[in-house]
T-cell receptor, first 119, second 115 residues
Framework: GAVVSQHPSWVICKSGTSVKIECRSL??????MFWYRQFPKQSLMLMAT?????????EQGVEKDKFLINHASLTLSTLTVTSAHPEDSSFYIC???????????????FGPGTRLTVT | AQTVTQSQPEMSVQEAETVTLSCTYD???????LFWYKQPPSRQMILVIR??????QNATENRFSVNFQKAAKSFSLKISDSQLGDTAMYFC????????????FGTGTRLTIIP
């Protein structure tokens, strides 16, 4: 089956610094990738939808200047948390939709997630 | 806007028994897809089963089956012969077939299989 990887799986950073999380589709091309945030014992909250070669679409309440998303190729999307603060500590999950699947219900495959801790 | 409701925050069942997880949703659309995802302690999201709204036949995947009641907007998951590896968070999810590619997730049900 299709595989999506995330790197790093776990990162600790100091308050005020920036951290980049990568999401890669390993064996398929993904025109669309999604970034989610998940707090402990809660559901996934969609942060933004990332389309290759265009600007990301952010959900209401998500600061686009704080959570920078880049989708430069069909296999890579990155999420950069800028000027991180302790309240940004969370579990971040990406998913990728296969290009060959017909719009809009192409199968989404999820990455294993990245645990961010801001001290 | 579509909403997905899972009314059982936690459930537990003895190994080898059958358990049913509930999910209801609200939509004004006629064509859509419904999913059950499993998130084990590793936190990797795994697709368990998928149902197309236009199909009357309930989807099945080995020990997993759904009871899809379109008129009632209900989509429950039945796990038969439950195994210890079934212990996980289970999320019901909805996606529209009309250009909105976003998955809408329920709040989840934490299922524990007791040895």
């Amino acid at each position: 089956g299709a595989v999506v990887s995330q790197h790093p799986s776990w990162v600790i950073c100091k308050s005020g610094t920036s951290v980049k999380i990568e999401c890669r589709s390993l064996d398929f091309q993904a025109t669309t990738m999604f970034w989610y945030r998940q707090f402990p014992k809660q559901s996934l909250m969609l942060m933004a939808t990332s389309n290759e070669g265009s600007k990301a679409t952010y959900e209401q309440g998500v600061e686009k200047d704080k959570f920078l998303i880049n989708h430069a190729s069909l296999t890579l999307s990155t999420l950069t948390v800028t000027s991180a603060h302790p309240e940004d500590s969370s579990f971040y999950i990406c998913s990728a939709r296969e290009q060959r699947q017909f719009h809009p219900t192409g199968q989404q495959y999820f990455g294993p997630g990245t645990r961010l801790t801001v001290t | 806007a579509q909403t997905v409701t899972q009314s059982q925050p936690e459930m537990s069942v003895q190994e080898a028994e059958t358990v049913t997880l509930s999910c209801t949703y609200d939509t004004s659309e006629n064509n859509y897809y419904l999913f059950w995802y499993k998130q084990p302690p590793s936190r990797q999201m795994i697709l368990v089963i998928r149902q197309e709204a236009y199909k009357q036949q309930n989807a099945t995947e080995n020990r997993f089956s759904v009871n899809f009641q379109k008129a009632a907007k209900s989509f429950s998951l039945k796990i038969s012969d439950s195994q210890l590896g079934d212990t996980a968070m289970y999320f019901c999810a909805y996606i529209s077939n009309f250009g909105n590619e976003k998955l809408t997730f329920g709040t989840g049900t934490r299922l524990t299989i007791i040895p």
